[in-house]
């Protein structure tokens, strides 16, 4: 059975820093890329940033490029979100995802994504 688990969440205050984690088990970590998504009350989820299934490229959305860097360990099967300089607008559920290696060539946002966390909660006040 796979599991897809996502910590590291909380409260932080605007310009402060958090480190999401999203551990893995019952796939294989190196043939799956792996995304981060976020949802915001009221909006639609949105993908945030994705790394290829060797942590050879790496695509992040407009709205977190030079703030938040993916990065995963695939000896220890666990994702990473380093998030810094946070806004208050950041704030949202976050979501770990799997995307196939056999569906997609390199790690896309818009392409489909297998397996999903349940999310951890991204609070920042202002």
């Known amino acids: 059975q796979v599991q897809v688990v996502e910590s590291g969440g909380g409260l932080v205050q605007a310009g402060g820093s958090l480190r999401l984690s999203c551990t893995t088990s019952?796939?294989?970590?190196?043939?799956?890329?792996m995304g981060w998504f976020r949802q915001a009350p009221g909006k639609e989820r949105e993908g945030i940033s994705c790394i290829n299934y060797n942590g050879a490229g790496t695509h992040s959305a407009d709205s977190v490029k030079g703030r938040f860097t993916i990065s995963r360990d695939n000896a220890k099967s666990t994702l990473y979100l380093q998030m810094n300089y946070l806004k208050p607008e950041d704030t949202g559920m976050y979501y770990c995802a799997a995307q196939a290696r056999s569906d997609q060539h390199v790690c896309s946002l818009g392409g489909s994504f297998r397996y999903w966390g349940q999310g951890t909660q991204v609070t920042v006040s202002s």
């Open positions: 019952g796939l294989t970590f190196g043939d799956y890329h």
